[in-house]
């Protein structure tokens, strides 16, 4: 099913606008996993919001701002109504969405997407955050290496879970290695997907050619393509880069929209006269901030959210919507969604979902006795966070009675309550296992 979103105005044709060969350069985002290694979050990853705007939204704002005005979503079928919903409000864009009806893959997201995109296209991961140079320097490289398939890459230092590039004379790919495993990397150069295709014919006719029944078809059509032509080439980029593939790189994604924003306060929002407001903050309408409450940025204050008396909230805090962030609380480098209530807790280095309350003297511990970094259980899988520091990571509609302890780097699943008094030592997962 395809539907169309009509903008306020539509630029099919515009001199900012990138185009090669005389065929617009369209952006292709790809919204139809299922992101299995999020949980306890369970809202996907390109909808969760950052400064008031879905990650999508800024994707697609990204991208105008390097002169792209169509784009082409394609995504679940359960999710379509959330999406819509998300760049509805978007402007100067064309915006098709077309459905995954089940989540096979990119190949097939590809292909789902295939009559809705011209001759050359940029294929987007759009978890995947970056700078408006990934673009630019894509762009650039095109107009030297002519029909060539081009894919970004960053050097990395330390492992990544994703595809690693093995590379030849003039960055040109000989061969992609996904997930090869710590200690076992074929190189330093990482595979970001952001690529550019110029036939868009040719990759399905690849793509359609390779065995079904595993989830890196795209990968090993790249890698035939290599083999075949020799034209696979790699733009090292050298920009900010965060990969939100665990729940605790949303802490991440956080500092790196922070970072990237100007002070702003709503004149619909209400500090008393004796708060503290220090650094960069961004303060919502609707914010009530009460007596002796202090804020030392840099901060994100949701609409409509109080800050109760005698509250800090400290540098890399994000607080949604409609949160009351009750007397005494501590808050520090934090991600709470929409319609959290706290009293009297501690909340440091946290992940926090929707509808959560807190019971007065809840605190998350975010630091190990012996100070080593934390590991969190994924699946089967323990993996090592590459943090030193990391609290609670917490779904939706979750409750805690008084004085909770929650140890570092747990994780606790949706609708789960906690009883009073009760230290948090290990993951709770379902409602059962309370």
């Known amino acids: 099913m395809l539907t169309n979103i009509k903008p306020a105005k539509k630029l099919t044709t515009n001199r900012n606008n990138y185009s090669c060969h005389n065929k617009t350069v369209k952006i292709l985002f790809l919204c ?63 915006i098709e969405l077309c459905e995954q009806k089940k989540p096979l893959g990119m190949a097939d997201a590809i292909v789902q997407a295939h009559p809705h995109l011209h001759s050359h296209f940029i294929v987007v991961n759009p978890n995947d955050i970056f700078d408006i140079s990934a673009y630019t320097n894509l762009l650039a490289a095109h107009e030297h290496k002519g029909n060539a398939t081009l894919i970004l890459s960053k050097k990395t230092d330390s492992y990544f879970p994703g595809g690693y590039l093995i590379t030849g004379k003039g960055n040109v790919v000989r061969k992609i290695v996904e997930k090869p495993g710590a200690g076992k990397e074929p190189s330093n150069l990482v595979n970001i997907v952001v690529h550019l295709h110029p036939q868009v014919d040719a990759l399905i006719e690849i793509i359609n050619k390779q065995p079904k029944g595993n989830d890196d078809i795209y ?154 970094q934390i590991r969190v259980k994924a699946g089967a899988e323990l993996v090592d966070t590459g943090k030193d520091k990391l609290g609670a990571i917490i779904g939706n509609n979750c409750r805690t009675g008084i004085h909770v302890s929650i140890m570092p780097g747990i994780k606790i699943g949706p609708d789960i309550k906690i009883n009073p008094g009760t230290i948090v030592k290990r993951d709770i997962i379902s409602v059962e296992k309370t």
Not at 59 to 83: D, H, S, T, W, Y
Not at 231 to 256: E, M, N
């Open 219 to 372: 990968e090993r059509a790249l890698n035939e393509l290599a083999n075949r032509t020799g034209k696979l080439h790699t733009v090292i980029y050298s920009g900010d880069w965060i990969a939100i593939k665990y729940p605790w790189h949303v802490l991440d994604a956080i500092r790196f929209f922070l970072d990237k924003s100007r002070t702003r306060v709503s004149p619909k929002a209400w500090v008393s006269s004796s708060a503290t407001i220090d650094g960069k903050v961004i303060i919502e309408p609707g914010v009530k901030i009460l007596e002796n409450a202090v804020i030392r940025g840099p901060v994100y204050i949701g609409k409509n959210t109080i800050i109760g008396n005698n509250c800090l909230v400290r540098e890399y805090s994000h607080i949604g919507n409609n949160c009351i962030i009750g007397f005494g609380t501590e808050i520090k480098n934090s991600y709470l969604g929409d319609r959290c209530q706290t009293h009297m807790n501690y909340i440091g280095d946290s992940v926090i979902g929707e509808n959560c309350s807190f019971g007065a003297g809840t605190i998350t511990a975010n630091r190990r006795l012996d100070e080593k």
């Open 32 to 94: 139809g996993g299922t992101g299995k290694r999020m949980f306890p979050l369970t809202e996907d990853k390109f909808l969760l919001n950052f400064l008031g705007r879905t990650l999508l939204e800024h994707q697609i704002n990204l991208a105008q701002k390097a002169g792209f005005r169509e784009f082409v979503i394609v995504g679940n079928p359960a999710r379509m109504a959330r999406i819509e919903q998300s760049v509805s409000q978007v402007k100067h864009a064309s």
